[in-house]
């Protein structure tokens, strides 16, 4: 891996990986709760920092088909999601390019 580098967010409620606490998203990010994942409750968001995609995979959701990439944190390297690259139903196009994290692996905390 090469060097890490951290990004800090702005906002005052800010998802961190409960792990190693780096920052991964904020609350304005988040599109949706009411997604799931492996272990549960996962979030649909806009936007992340700090994490890596792993492989481009098929994969058969509820949904349809996806192609997704694994999700891993910068700090921990623990996968803790997905990213939607692309969507073949035409319903499930807004999730491409957005990124689902589980509610499991995040924290939220206060921030200024
Ligand atoms: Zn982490």
Redesign the pocket.
Known sequence: MGKMILEYLEGNRIYV?K??H?HLSNYESRISKNFRGGSGQAFLLDRGINYHLGQLEDKDLMTGKHTIQNLS?N??N?VIGWKYVKAYRESEKYKEGKIIIERNFLKRIKWN
Request: proline letters at 0%; a positive charge.
């Open positions: 990986c792990k190693c780096i944190c700090g921990c623990q």
